[in-house]
């Protein structure tokens, strides 16, 4: 389980990285700031993928993006929103991640369901080369 979470964080980061990259090509076409700035400014955006020990509904993922907390349940296997929304301009991304990461997030589901505890805290923990601008 160990390995398949060092994977999973991985994937995370990569998800993260594109949402940032999202928001700050967003946000320079908005304010008309130069997009070196922004980068050399690195802002970061919190998202965090939550998954709990619940025996309803299909497996799935809880999504938060920015502040808001739980802006989605979205199903693992064919990636259907279940609950809440997402902006479009991260929708592609995350759906995308959860249908790449699938296989992986279903063990996680099913270890979790049979009572196994997963500590998903290292998916959503910020890294040292990330910064709050």
Do not use: C, R
């Not at 809880?62 to 693992?76: E, P, R």
Request: charged residues 25%; glycine residues 4%.
């Amino acid at each position: 389980m160990d390995e398949l979470l060092k994977i999973l964080q991985k994937e995370t980061e990569e998800l993260k990285s594109s949402i940032e990259l999202i928001e700050l090509l967003s946000d320079q076409y908005k304010s008309g700031k130069s997009l070196l700035l922004e980068h050399l400014i690195k802002k970061f955006v919190n998202v965090k993928v939550k998954m709990y020990q619940e025996h309803h509904n299909l497996p799935h993922v809880h999504i938060n993006i920015g502040s808001d907390n739980h802006i989605a349940s979205i199903a693992i296997d064919n990636q259907a929103i279940l609950a809440g929304s997402i902006e479009k301009k991260y929708e592609k991304d995350v759906l995308n991640w959860i249908e790449k990461n699938k296989e992986n997030l279903l063990i996680v589901w099913n270890n979790m369901q049979q009572g196994e505890v997963v500590d998903l805290t290292t998916l959503n923990k910020m890294t040292s080369d990330q910064a709050i601008a």
